[in-house]
Nanobody
Framework: QVHLVESGGGLVQAGGSLRLSCAAS????????MGWFRQAPGKEREFVAA????????DYADSVKGRFTISRDNAKNTVYLQMNSLKPEDAAVYYC??????????????WGQGTQVTVSS
């Protein structure tokens, strides 16, 4: 069982940056892929980024490619999401999760409580 706690959200102006962190409990963190999802009001939760257990392979939603970077530090049981050039449409609650890819779609489990990102225009 893994327990995830996100942090780092906040209010930022459009064009600004934020770095989200997700701290995981459990000694098996380094053995599974991790990902970030987000959910804006009135919308479904959507995939943002994923990273393999080793950190070598990453995947991004088209909407964030070139602006967001996912990384992990297995020694610290933490996964990060560096968000640059933020846009108002990036505003959402961001969640980290254990992820598995089924075909072309990422599926999450063991969700954290989420961290709010607000982007002012």
């Amino acid at each position: 069982q893994v327990h995830l706690v996100e942090s780092g959200g906040g209010l930022v102006q459009a064009g600004g940056s934020l770095r989200l962190s997700c701290a995981a409990s459990g000694r098996t963190f380094s053995s599974f892929a991790m990902g970030w999802f987000r959910q804006a009001p009135g919308k479904e939760r959507e995939f943002v980024a994923a990273i393999s257990w080793s950190g070598v392979n990453t995947d991004y939603a088209d909407s964030v490619k070139g602006r967001f970077t996912i990384s992990r530090d297995n020694a610290k049981n933490t996964v990060y999401l560096q968000m640059n050039s933020l846009k108002p449409e990036d505003a959402a609650v961001y969640y980290c999760a254990k992820v598995v890819k089924y075909g072309s779609a990422w599926s999450g489990s063991a969700w954290g409580q989420g961290t709010q990102v607000t982007v002012s225009s």
